[in-house]
């Protein structure tokens, strides 16, 4: 049989138009927007339970000056639950936060590796069971890399369908 078979008409590149269809749906936008929302809830929470922990990781870096250590897993940790939330009911700007959040945190895995740092992540803070079976900088790297896809994604569908994400103040007018 060659490829000008009539009985194969519409079944060549149906596997490409479903994955159009999937991508094209909005259904798919909220799974992943979910997901990423989820991933970045549950890291900010883990790391404001233990606050200590996350200075601790954060101090192993040695990039910002001790003073500042606390703060800054305070501060981030925060952060992240703040803008999962805010992505998870689709607020304008919780989309750019987490990618500039996961930017950082891909540039500083990139440094601690780079110096050939043997330390925890730090990315679901320090009770993460996952943090024993994968340990190092290049398995959380690799985990962040494989979430820059589904943002890119997320960008992508907004630009093309025009999804247009929810102004903060739309949840305290009820409109908007």
């Known amino acids: 049989m060659n490829g000008s078979d009539p009985r194969n008409a519409g079944r060549r590149g149906s596997g490409a138009l479903d994955l159009k269809g999937i991508l094209k749906s909005a259904w798919t936008y909220r799974l992943f927007r979910m997901v990423i929302s989820v991933i970045f809830i549950g890291s900010g929470i883990t790391k404001l339970i233990a606050p200590n922990e996350f200075a601790v990781i954060i101090e192993s870096y040695g990039l910002i000056p001790d003073a500042w250590i606390f703060t800054a897993a305070v501060f981030l940790a925060a952060l992240e639950m703040i803008a999962g939330f805010g992505l998870l009911v689709d607020i304008r700007g919780s989309l750019s936060v987490i990618t500039g959040l996961l930017i950082l945190f891909m540039a500083v895995l990139s440094y601690?590796?780079?110096?050939?740092?043997?330390?925890?992540?730090?990315?679901?803070?320090?009770?993460?069971?996952?943090s024993k079976a994968f340990h190092g900088l290049w398995?959380?790297?690799?985990?962040?890399?494989?979430?820059?896809?589904?943002?890119?994604?997320?960008?992508?569908?907004?630009?093309?369908?025009?999804v247009e994400p929810k102004r903060l103040t739309h949840f305290f007018k009820g409109g908007g």
């Open 139 to 162: 398995a959380a790297f690799v985990r962040d890399m494989m979430m820059l896809p589904v943002i890119f994604y997320l960008y992508y569908r907004r630009l093309r369908f025009n």
């Open 112 to 130: 601690g590796i780079w110096l050939g740092l043997d330390i925890d992540c730090g990315c679901f803070g320090t009770q993460d069971p996952k």
